[in-house]
Structures are given as C-alpha cells and as structure tokens.
C-alpha cells in the first residue's frame, strides 16, 4: 500500500470519530510513521511486540495550568499494520480502530478504559 493509500485510510480513521469529540480535539497532531523508534519501544518496554499507534502528550483531562506547550502527538504506524493484517479490508479496520484508540488516550483514557470501551463498540 502506498503512503498516499495508508494517509487516505487516517483521514477515513479521522472523518468516522463522531463530530462532538472531533470539534473537541484541542492541541494534538495525527502523524503517519512507518516504524515506531527505538526510543518509542524502550519506553513503553516493548519488544517484538507490535506497536500500531501511539499517544504522546498531555491527556485533555490532565491538562490544569496548561499553555505554551508543543501539540501532543498521535502517531499511526503504517509498516506494523500492514505486517499483522493481510487485506485492505483488514488494514482499513485497524487503521479505523487504532485511530479511535489513540484520540480515546488523548481524552483522558487509560489502557484498560480503552479497552473496555473497545469490547463494547
């Protein structure tokens, strides 16, 4: 798949958030990466694991005293993805779910709220 075709996929990912949280967003960036960094692993102590997005930043419900700060990251990792799914069809969904997943992270939600929330979608 190319850049372009996965970018695509993102926006998709992006455009099925429902409205009221996307109006929400405040201060965070959605990127595309091919790989997560050796950095990125280390600290989230993975290895061999795949890794398919990450939040970096300031949770929007942590954010007391909160200005002058660089915009927090969402970065969506397009060779993980592409390595664990097979068809576009399989892609699509994860790229859909994985962006669900980090802007959840953005709004305050943990790991384990995650994926409670996910179980019920």
């Known amino acids: 798949m190319t ?15 429902d409205k009221k949280f996307l109006r929400k ?3 965070v960036g959605i990127v595309i990466e091919d790989d997560p960094t ?3 692993l280390e600290k989230l102590h993975l290895r061999g694991g795949f890794l398919f ?32 799914y097979s068809t576009p069809e399989d892609i699509k969904k994860a790229v859909k ?7 959840a992270h953005h709004f305050g939600m943990d790991e384990h709220q995650v994926r409670q929330a996910e179980r019920k979608k």
Request: avoid cysteine; charged fraction near 30%.
């Open 3 to 17: 850049h372009e075709e996965f970018e695509q996929l993102v926006r998709e990912g992006i455009d099925s958030i």
């Open 25 to 27: 967003l405040k201060n």
């Open 38 to 40: 050796p950095f990125q």
């Open 53 to 84: 997005g990450l939040y970096e930043g300031i949770p929007q419900t942590k954010r007391e005293g909160y200005g002058q700060v660089l915009p927090d990251k969402i970065t969506i990792f397009k060779n993980p993805i592409e390595k664990f």
């Open 97 to 103: 779910n994985t962006v669900w997943h980090e802007i």
